[in-house]
Every structure is written in structure tokens, then in C-alpha cells.
């Protein structure tokens, strides 16, 4: 067999291969509990609060839209 006329090989991590995370509702979810998550120094939580703000606006906006359902 000649390796230069097989398919590529897929990559355990293509899109394909994990198709829950394209849902933009579950990507919000991951990011918020990473943030809560995190230890973050007393000087980050200012930057992160912002974040998180705009993070819960854009999980309401999704929520509203139906992704969740």
C-alpha cells in the first residue's frame, strides 16, 4: 500500500470527533466554571469579574435563542 494515497488520519480532537462541544450553550457553561473554578489572585478578579459578566449575558442571550432546549 502506498502511504501517500491514504486518507489523513483524524485527529482525536476534530470537530467531528466531539460534536457536543460545538453547542455555544455548553461552550459558555465550560468557560464560567473555569472561571469560578480557577484560583485566581486577589489583582485578577477584577478583569475576571468582567468577563464573567459578559459570559452570563451571552448564556442568557443563548438561553433565550433556544440552544439549550
Do not use: Y
Request: proline share 13%.
Amino acid at each position: 500500500m502506498d502511504p501517500t494515497r491514504l486518507p489523513p488520519a483524524l485527529s482525536q480532537f476534530a470537530p467531528d470527533s466531539q460534536p457536543a462541544c460545538h453547542s455555544p450553550w455548553l461552550k459558555v457553561r465550560v468557560l464560567i466554571r473555569a472561571a469560578l473554578t480557577h484560583p485566581w489572585t486577589p489583582e485578577a478578579w477584577p478583569e475576571i469579574r468582567e468577563h464573567l459578566n459578559w459570559l452570563l449575558s451571552e448564556e442568557s442571550r443563548l438561553r433565550r435563542q433556544g440552544w439549550r432546549d
